[in-house]
């Protein structure tokens, strides 16, 4: 494991950024495994009125796994910190809520193929409204709340995440 980027741990983040964090290490994991993640990832993003993007995840990452130009790095669900690739999905969506389109592919490009890029780049931008419209919008660098102003939201994720893993 690399160390992050940025010294921004993952609870510094807002809820919004942790929360697709959380289904990318989440997706990955299920991937690996080669188990399906999809009840969990739609309880959860069910639960910020967003079910929509349980399977606009499921796309985007199949779209990244099948279409990537080197080995892509997400870490394991307890790192703490953020690592290079993960920032660079993580911008891609705030590029798209936040209307930086061409950023979002030159970041992209970083380790994706061509055409990866522009599938991946399409289904982020159905990601960005489908969030937006339930009010989960990723907030900008310069604004991450600390940890205490998330615990209460991050309580609800994390009672999902639990709920589901003890009916496996």
Not at 19 to 24: G, Q, S, T
Not at 105 to 131: G, M, P, W, Y
Not at 146 to 153: F, G, I, P, Q
């Amino acid at each position: 494991m690399k160390n992050p980027t940025s010294q921004v741990c993952v609870w510094e983040l807002p809820f919004a950024d942790q929360l697709m964090l959380w289904a990318i290490r989440t997706w990955v994991r299920g991937y690996h495994l080669r188990t399906s993640v999809e009840t969990v990832l739609f309880e959860a993003f069910s639960s910020v009125q967003a079910p929509q993007a349980a399977g606009l995840i499921d796309r985007i990452m199949l779209n990244i796994v099948h279409g990537r130009s080197r080995t892509i790095e997400i870490n394991c669900l307890c790192y703490t910190g953020i690592g290079d690739d993960e920032r660079v999905l993580l911008d891609a969506l705030l590029g798209r809520q936040w209307q930086a389109p061409q950023h979002t592919c030159l970041e992209l490009h970083r380790f994706l193929t061509l055409d990866a890029t522009k599938s991946v780049n399409d289904l982020i931008d159905i990601l960005s409204r489908v969030l937006a419209r339930s009010n989960m919008i990723l907030a900008k660098p310069s604004t991450l709340p600390m940890k205490d102003a998330l615990e209460e939201s991050f309580a609800h994720l994390k009672s999902v995440v639990e709920k589901h893993a003890r009916l496996n």
